[in-house]
C-alpha cells in the first residue's frame, strides 16, 4: 500500500512540476500578436485603475498588486513575479468580477475583460 500512495504522490508531483513549466522553447505569445487597445477606449474603471497603478495608490482588493501567474500563458511567459494583477471594478458585480489589468515590469499594461481567457495590450500611454 505503501509503494502505491508513493508512487500517486510522485506522479502528481510530477504532474504539477510539467504543468508549472513551460515547455521548453514556449515563450507565449508574442507581444505584437497582441492587439492593443487606447487607454480611450478601456472603460472608465479600467482608466481610474491604471490611473491608481502608476501612482502607486492603495487599491479596493487584497488581490490587486499581487503576482499574476500567467498560467494561461496568454501573456509572453517572464519569470514568476514579473506580472502584476489589478481588479478593475464591475459595475453591479457582487465580487471582484472579471476585468483585470496585468502590469509588466518592463512598464507593459495588459486589460482583460473575460478572466484571463484574451488581453490587449494597452497603448497611448
Not at 502505491?4 to 512540476?17: R, T
Not at 513551460?22 to 477606449?41: M, T, Y
Amino acid at each position: 500500500m505503501r509503494r502505491v500512495v508513493g508512487g500517486i504522490l510522485a506522479g502528481l508531483v510530477c504532474v504539477v512540476w510539467l504543468l508549472g513549466s513551460a515547455p521548453v522553447g514556449a515563450q507565449g505569445p508574442s507581444p505584437s500578436r497582441i492587439p492593443d487597445v487606447a487607454v480611450s477606449a478601456l472603460p472608465r474603471e479600467a482608466q481610474k485603475t491604471l490611473a491608481l497603478i502608476e501612482q502607486g495608490e492603495p487599491f479596493l482588493y487584497p488581490k490587486d498588486g499581487t503576482v499574476f501567474g500567467n498560467f494561461e500563458r496568454r501573456l509572453p511567459m517572464r519569470e514568476r513575479g514579473y506580472y502584476r494583477e489589478y481588479t478593475v471594478p464591475t459595475p453591479g458585480s457582487r465580487n471582484r468580477g472579471a476585468r483585470r489589468i496585468i502590469a509588466g515590469k518592463g512598464g507593459e499594461f495588459y486589460y482583460t475583460d473575460d478572466h484571463y481567457r484574451t488581453f490587449r495590450r494597452i497603448r497611448d500611454r
